[in-house]
Protein backbone atom coordinates (compact mmCIF):
# COMPACT_ATOMS: atom_id res chain seq x y z
CA UNK A 1 0.00 0.00 0.00
CA UNK A 2 2.70 3.04 1.09
CA UNK A 3 5.06 1.74 -2.24
CA UNK A 4 1.94 2.31 -4.43
CA UNK A 5 0.91 5.94 -2.91
CA UNK A 6 2.11 7.81 -6.07
CA UNK A 7 0.80 5.13 -8.75
CA UNK A 8 -2.95 6.27 -7.25
CA UNK A 9 -3.84 9.46 -8.85
CA UNK A 10 -6.20 10.39 -6.06
CA UNK A 11 -3.30 10.17 -3.79
CA UNK A 12 -0.86 11.80 -5.42
CA UNK A 13 -1.43 15.47 -3.35
CA UNK A 14 -0.43 13.47 -0.28
CA UNK A 15 2.60 13.06 -1.56
CA UNK A 16 3.70 16.05 -2.25
CA UNK A 17 2.20 17.66 0.86
CA UNK A 18 4.18 15.24 3.10
CA UNK A 19 7.36 15.83 1.07
CA UNK A 20 6.64 19.50 1.15
CA UNK A 21 6.40 18.82 5.10
CA UNK A 22 9.59 17.44 5.63
CA UNK A 23 11.27 19.99 3.44
CA UNK A 24 9.49 22.59 6.16
CA UNK A 25 9.80 20.64 9.25
CA UNK A 26 13.82 20.36 7.94
CA UNK A 27 14.23 23.71 7.73
CA UNK A 28 12.20 24.79 11.16
CA UNK A 29 13.75 22.48 13.38
CA UNK A 30 17.44 23.56 11.79
CA UNK A 31 16.61 27.25 12.69
CA UNK A 32 15.02 26.52 16.25
CA UNK A 33 18.42 24.54 17.20
CA UNK A 34 20.84 27.40 15.48
CA UNK A 35 18.84 30.02 17.47
CA UNK A 36 18.55 28.29 20.65
CA UNK A 37 22.36 27.37 20.27
CA UNK A 38 23.02 30.64 19.93
CA UNK A 39 21.10 32.23 23.00
CA UNK A 40 23.32 30.00 25.05
CA UNK A 41 26.09 30.78 23.44
CA UNK A 42 25.32 34.60 24.39
CA UNK A 43 25.00 33.73 27.30
CA UNK A 44 28.08 32.45 27.90
CA UNK A 45 30.06 35.09 25.97
CA UNK A 46 28.51 37.45 28.43
CA UNK A 47 29.27 35.56 31.76
CA UNK A 48 32.99 35.05 30.11
CA UNK A 49 33.31 38.38 29.28
CA UNK A 50 32.49 38.97 33.11
CA UNK A 51 34.85 36.28 34.68
CA UNK A 52 37.61 36.26 31.80
CA UNK A 53 38.10 39.17 29.43
CA UNK A 54 40.55 37.52 27.63
CA UNK A 55 38.98 34.63 26.28
CA UNK A 56 36.12 36.52 24.97
CA UNK A 57 37.38 36.10 21.01
CA UNK A 58 38.25 31.55 22.32
CA UNK A 59 34.05 31.54 22.71
CA UNK A 60 32.47 33.10 19.75
CA UNK A 61 33.50 29.56 17.74
CA UNK A 62 30.10 28.45 19.62
CA UNK A 63 28.25 31.16 18.24
CA UNK A 64 29.57 30.28 14.45
CA UNK A 65 28.81 26.98 15.05
CA UNK A 66 25.15 27.42 15.73
CA UNK A 67 24.86 29.63 12.24
CA UNK A 68 26.05 26.96 10.53
CA UNK A 69 23.90 24.75 11.74
CA UNK A 70 20.93 27.19 9.84
CA UNK A 71 23.05 27.38 7.14
CA UNK A 72 22.72 23.80 6.69
CA UNK A 73 18.88 23.36 7.68
CA UNK A 74 18.45 25.53 4.32
CA UNK A 75 20.68 23.77 2.45
CA UNK A 76 18.47 20.64 3.45
CA UNK A 77 15.16 22.24 2.23
CA UNK A 78 17.32 23.61 -0.74
CA UNK A 79 17.89 19.77 -1.76
CA UNK A 80 15.04 18.21 -0.90
CA UNK A 81 12.72 20.59 -2.72
Excluded at 53 to 66: D, E, N, T, Y
Aim: charged share 5%.
Amino acid sequence: MIFNLAADPSEAGQAAFFGYMGVSCALVFANLGAAYGTAKSGVGIASMGVLKPGLIMKSIIPVVMAGILGIYGMIVAVILC
